[in-house]
Nanobody, 126 residues
Framework: QVQLVESGGGLVQAGGSLRLACAAS????????MGWFRQAPGKEREFVTG????????YYATSAQGRFTTSRDNAKNTVYLQMNNLKPEDTAVYSC???????????????????WGQGTQVTVSS
């Protein structure tokens, strides 16, 4: 049974940083593409960043480019999202996800992801 559990969310002032973690069980994060998405109240879920299987090529939404970094710690079977220079518009529930099935390439489409965590709230105050 695949489980993804996010942690690390919270309340931070604009300009601050947070590091989110996504701990996986039931699969090895090294063997699958992984993604981070977010959903703000009243808005659709949007892609934030993804990391490919193996070599770990990463992709970022324009809004995340230059401020967010995703990485993977295979020994801990955990994926991270480092968020710097946070803005009020980054306020959302952040979820990690994976297509599973050994999928190699991360995409920006939520429908490509079969397994999701419950999400962690990030609130950025101005």
């Amino acid at each position: 049974q695949v489980q993804l559990v996010e942690s690390g969310g919270g309340l931070v002032q604009a300009g601050g940083s947070l590091r989110l973690a996504c701990a996986a069980s039931g699969l090895f994060v090294s063997n699958h593409a992984m993604g981070w998405f977010r959903q703000a109240p009243g808005k659709e879920r949007e892609f934030v960043t993804g990391i490919n299987r193996g070599g770990g090529t990463t992709y970022y939404a324009t809004s995340a480019q230059g401020r967010f970094t995703t990485s993977r710690d295979n020994a801990k079977n955990t994926v991270y999202l480092q968020m710097n220079n946070l803005k009020p518009e980054d306020t959302a529930v952040y979820s990690c996800a994976t297509p599973g099935a050994g999928t190699a390439y991360a995409t920006g489409r939520a429908s490509d992801y079969a397994y999701w965590g419950q999400g962690t709230q990030v609130t950025v105050s101005s």
